[in-house]
């Protein structure tokens, strides 16, 4: 009884490691990520960038209410792939990326990074930022 119990805890020890290996791989090979830097981080890189696009993942009703000039839109919960590739057309282009708080803004980057974007840097929120705004 002892061996029968051993052996079905060793399968079941095999069968538990090999699924979590493949939950791993069905994300791909590739180690891309995004970058995350502050703020102000953030604003300081922009200047100096002569080619990027500021991204703001907020809802389009706080887009609306005020967003960082020059800003273009895509909301974080239901944009697509395709939605994405209609604004954004250079996958390598500098993407910088903001939402209110921080949370959406990583997830978006995120998102992008899927989609083939590979330079997207995450600036976190617009509660940290003290420019003026673009209506």
Do not use: W
């Not at 839109?73 to 996958?91: G, M, R, S, V």
Request: aromatic fraction near 10%; proline fraction near 1%; glycine fraction near 8%.
């Amino acid at each position: 009884m002892k061996k029968l119990f051993l052996v079905f805890l060793m399968a079941f020890a095999l069968l538990a490691v090999s699924c979590f290996a493949k939950g791993k791989i069905t994300k791909g090979d590739s180690m891309a990520s995004y970058k995350s830097v502050s703020m102000a981080e953030g604003l300081e890189l922009m200047k100096k960038d002569k080619d990027f696009i500021l991204l703001d993942v907020r809802t389009l009703e706080e887009y609306d209410s005020g967003h960082i000039p020059g800003a273009l839109q895509l909301t974080n919960e239901t944009f697509t792939k395709e939605d994405a590739e209609k604004i954004l057309k250079n996958k390598n282009q500098n993407i910088y990326v903001y939402c209110r708080s921080g949370r959406r803004s990583k997830n978006s980057s995120q998102k992008l990074i899927d989609f083939g974007y590979t330079s997207v840097i995450e600036i976190g929120g617009i509660m940290s930022y003290s420019g003026k705004l673009e209506y």
